[in-house]
């Protein structure tokens, strides 16, 4: 069984890293990690990121997890090639792209692209918010699921995931002691529903909520296909396109 | 409890609210639906007034008088203190950013 120990980065493509960079910063209130040519990192918590825009296509979404070891990825490999899907060994320096030791892709039964990891980068300086958001940390993702009760199967039997609670057919599945990391939401198509950041107490989620509502009527953009919304408890960005 | 009674500036005489307390903030969000629900005008809020850390909801009532849902007020230690200062403007009447439109004694002067 592949053993996740929490989610541990969200990568989504991007036509225009300059409007992703003014929300990301400007609305959201992460902390630019880094700007490389094609990538720009994020940081929302003691990790080197948890969030990088990579020049491309917004419907390029990945979602990494972490797992032990070499040894936990090397036998995770296994279980998923024997399974039918296929899976990438990440190259050195795809895994430096992406600040973690060693990593593999491979697609969950939906076609989400999923990525493992082992040793994500942390930072030796805590996290300095661009705005007072509250930002305590990068915390759960929604992912669409064209069959909801197949996907659980599979994030439950292949991988360790429980599921918490069920919100009618939406199973909230955790990893560790967070009650959900994973919710899978019946959709059409592959991608990442919503990116939940955890803030410090709800005066946060209140402030951002008429923070963000201020800023709908003036200038705070979205990157291309990409709508966000203050959520109750988490600050959430909703794919709609 | 941080205070009983506020005084507020005013050109009129009269109550400007009556406060009643509720559990916790989810009755603070469940009464600012069932109003909106019900088309009942919230004056201001939800929010949460600086000063006193106390959370709100302002409805209109009957003949304009005002009527408030509030949860979590601080309450004073017994230790004697100075009264703090705080400046008449939007963050001080509300942290989390909530204003209210046309009641001017709930208003920040300039805004």
């Given at each position: 069984m592949i053993q996740l120990r929490d989610v541990s980065?969200?990568?989504?493509?991007?036509?225009?890293?300059?409007?992703?960079?003014?929300?990301?910063?400007?609305?959201?209130?992460?902390?630019?990690?880094?700007?490389?040519?094609?990538?720009?990192?994020?940081r929302s918590d003691q990790r080197a990121h948890t969030l990088c825009y990579s020049e491309g296509d917004p419907n390029d979404q990945t979602v990494g997890f972490e797992v032990e070891d070499e040894a936990s990825l090397q036998e995770a490999a296994s279980t998923l090639e024997a399974l039918g899907h296929a899976v990438h060994a990440g190259t050195a320096q795809e895994a430096e792209r992406r600040?973690?030791?060693?990593?593999?892709?491979?697609?969950d039964p939906t076609g989400n692209h999923i990525e493992l990891v082992v040793r994500p980068e942390r930072s030796g300086r805590r996290y300095f918010a661009s705005r007072?958001?509250?930002?305590?940390?990068?915390?759960?993702?929604?992912?669409?699921?064209?069959d909801p009760a197949r996907d659980e199967r599979f994030w439950t039997q292949v991988c360790n995931a429980r599921v918490s609670d069920r919100i009618g057919d939406i199973p909230l599945m955790r990893v560790n002691a967070i009650h959900h990391t994973i919710a899978l939401v019946r959709a059409p198509k592959a991608g990442i529903q919503h990116i939940n950041h955890q803030v410090e107490t709800s005066d946060d989620v209140l402030r951002s909520y008429y923070f963000h509502n201020e800023r709908r009527v003036r200038s705070c953009s979205a990157p291309a296909g990409i709508r966000r919304r203050a959520r109750a408890s988490s600050i959430s960005g909703d794919r709609t396109a | 409890m941080h205070h009983r009674i506020a005084l507020y500036p005013s050109k009129r005489n009269g109550l400007l609210y009556a406060a009643f307390e509720v559990e916790a903030l989810d009755q603070i969000m469940q009464n600012s639906y069932f109003m909106q629900e019900s088309q009942i005008r919230i004056v201001q809020g939800p929010g949460r007034e600086a000063a006193s850390r106390q959370m709100f909801l302002h409805v209109e009532g009957p003949d304009g008088l005002i009527f408030s849902y509030v949860n979590g007020m601080a309450e004073i230690d017994?230790?004697?203190?100075?009264?703090?200062?705080f400046p008449l403007n939007a963050a001080s009447l509300c942290d989390w950013g909530s204003e209210s439109k046309d009641v001017p004694e709930l208003r920040a002067p300039g805004r």
């Open positions: 980065y969200v990568r989504l493509g991007s036509p225009d890293l300059e409007s992703a960079e003014n929300f990301a910063t400007a609305c959201l209130g992460l902390q630019i990690a880094e700007r490389g040519k094609k990538d720009l990192y994020l600040k973690v030791r060693a990593f593999i892709g491979f697609r007072d958001a509250g930002i305590t940390g990068f915390s759960h993702i929604g992912l669409n699921s064209t | 017994g230790k004697p203190r100075l009264a703090r200062q």
